[in-house]
Nanobody
Framework: VQLQASGGGLAQAGGSLRLSCAAS????????VGWFRQAPGKEREFVAG????????YYADSVKGRFTISRDNAKNTAYLQMNSLKPEDTAVYFC?????????????????WGQGTQVTVSS
């Protein structure tokens, strides 16, 4: 499956952005999706994950209550709604896909990755 992330940009602290991850090539609903991010000088980290049907989600503690992951299988797209943004949310955000919803944060288990989209939050 091919993935393309979009929707990044510049936001003020307290603001919102919505990222999209458009999939093509294979049956999107057969894959679970994860969002990751990499801040300057830091390792890439897990942000959120969603299962095939969208009824099970999982979040990193740092974004819980502020970010919401969702998906629309009819549109072959997953989303990351980011509210109450903080400067520390500044990073390049990546979406990734794999077959099964275990070990959400293990990046090596995701064979499919989109290109990143830059999110910058100003204070």
């Amino acid at each position: 499956v091919q993935l393309q992330a979009s929707g990044g940009g510049l936001a003020q602290a307290g603001g919102s952005l919505r990222l999209s991850c458009a999939a093509s090539g294979r049956t999107f609903s057969n894959y679970v999706v994860g969002w990751f991010r990499q801040a300057p000088g830091k390792e890439r980290e897990f942000v959120a994950g969603i299962n095939w049907g969208g009824d099970v989600t999982y979040y990193a503690d740092s974004v819980k209550g502020r970010f919401t992951i969702s998906r629309d299988n009819a549109k072959n797209t997953a989303y990351l709604q980011m509210n109450s943004l903080k400067p520390e949310d500044t990073a390049v955000y990546f979406c990734a896909a794999k077959r099964f919803p275990d070990s959400w944060s293990l990046q090596k288990q995701y064979p499919y990755w989109g290109q990143g989209t830059q999110v910058t939050v100003s204070s």
